[in-house]
């Protein structure tokens, strides 16, 4: 039996963009207060002084809650 080939990156850009676009409004949130709950409160951001972030298009998941958090903390942040 054969493996199936390895995706190309824009097949695979493709195949996670088609994933985010399916999830509802409610599952993105839920997903966003997750990375914010994993990153708010590991080491590597809780000491850095500087962070960059992005604002969410096309499904990603929204750091927002994250930037906000960092903002609060006295961090400098960037977005692009």
Same mark, same amino acid.
């Given at each position: 039996?054969?493996?199936?080939?390895?995706?190309?990156? *824009?097949?695979? /850009? !493709?195949?996670?963009?088609?994933?985010?676009?399916?999830? =509802?409004?409610? #599952?993105?949130?839920?997903?966003?207060?997750?990375?914010?709950?994993?990153?708010?409160?590991? *080491?590597?951001? /809780? !000491?850095?002084?500087?962070?960059?972030?992005?604002?969410? =298009?096309?499904? #990603?998941?929204?750091?927002?809650?994250?930037?906000?958090?960092?903002?609060?903390?006295?961090?400098?942040?960037?977005?692009?």
């Amino acid at each position: 039996m054969t493996e199936p080939a390895p995706l190309s990156r *824009p097949q695979l /850009r !493709r195949m996670l963009r088609k994933a985010r676009r399916a999830l =509802t409004p409610s #599952e993105q949130r839920k997903a966003a207060q997750g990375l914010y709950r994993q990153l708010a409160q590991h *080491p590597l951001f /809780r !000491r850095a002084k500087h962070i960059s972030l992005y604002l969410p =298009t096309d499904g #990603e998941i929204d750091p927002r809650l994250l930037l906000r958090a960092a903002q609060r903390r006295g961090k400098a942040t960037y977005l692009p």
